[in-house]
């Protein structure tokens, strides 16, 4: 890092501590530390404690995997990293079984994995194979796995926000035990269909649970600037009959306590609710780089974001509440090193689609 980008990360922690820094009404930093009482915490118990710290481990090496392997150039699908996003899909998949349901966008790898899904078959996707989970044909935007539950992601904005509803509608007609969980950034909630589809459920009391991950940024443009100050996204549902609650997405406690809220609730008939989890991208938007250079965002902004690191405050407090053992820490890191390194192994070593299943999986014109 440049000095003068030093001085500036510093000076903005400083006074921050100091208090001399005032976010705007609405964004992440603020109301995601209002929300950090620990007394608000349904505590899990230690074995789902591990089960979560291992899993968003697992993402974050995952990412940190895709990232390396990236400017090889071999992955060749246009790549969504959720590096410092880790906590929301953990969170809410520790509530949901294989018959539950989840929809997505193009910020996915997480909540494929969190919700079960393979990851040799996620590799192999990205990399555009025929062991793909979509057959090679999707990459790292079209991910599916129907066994687990993951009803796939799709990259048209707020797309899959509609299909969730839909598919809890059917869930309803079928009187099947089905919560559907649908996940989706800021800069879904500007799309028309986000009101339409909150509203059907609402109206219907499906037993839908809508999962914003609120990171400050549809691409390059801040919410500041797109939405009105002082309107938080979770009150949005209220006008659509969808309970709503916010909390700090970068504590998968928090992010577990308001998700078991919202899926019990759903699947005992109490309807849909929206749940905002504050939380912040690393990377840039798409790909494996650093974008504080473009100027949209700040060095010192992201620097606060990472000192709240949602994997590494979380091996921190387990650590300390003597649940987690680094040894036990180093265990989960070599598993999961060998995992990765066999699912890419079986990416790189798996055939590309042949020429005549092009058209296999497409509908007719
Ligand atoms: C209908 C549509 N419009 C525009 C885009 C281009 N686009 C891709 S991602 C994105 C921003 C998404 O922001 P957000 O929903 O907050 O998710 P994040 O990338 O922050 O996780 C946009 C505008 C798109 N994919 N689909
Ligand atoms: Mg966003």
Redesign the pocket.
Known sequence: MPWFAAIGVAVTIIAYRLGLVVYPAGTGLQAGVKNMDMETITPATAEVRLAMYRQMLRIRLVEEAIARLYPEQEIRCPT?LCIGQEAPPVGVSAHLGTQDLVFT???SHGHYLAKGGDLGAMMAELYGRETGCAHGKGGSQHLIDLACGFMGSA????STISVGVGAAWAARMDGADRVVVVY?????TE?GVFHESMNFAGTNRLPVVFVC?N?L???HSALDIRQPAGREIHELGAAHGVHGVVGDGNDVEIVHTLAKEAVEGARDGGGPSIIELLTY?WME?CGPGDDTGLGYRDAGELAEWRARDPVACYRRRLLEMQILSQAVHDDYSAEIDSEIEQAVAFAKNSPFPEPDALDHFVYPG
């Open positions: 969504h966008g193009h910020r990259p048209i904005l707020a989706f950034g800021d800069g879904a799309q991950e990171n940024y549809s691409v991208r938007h």
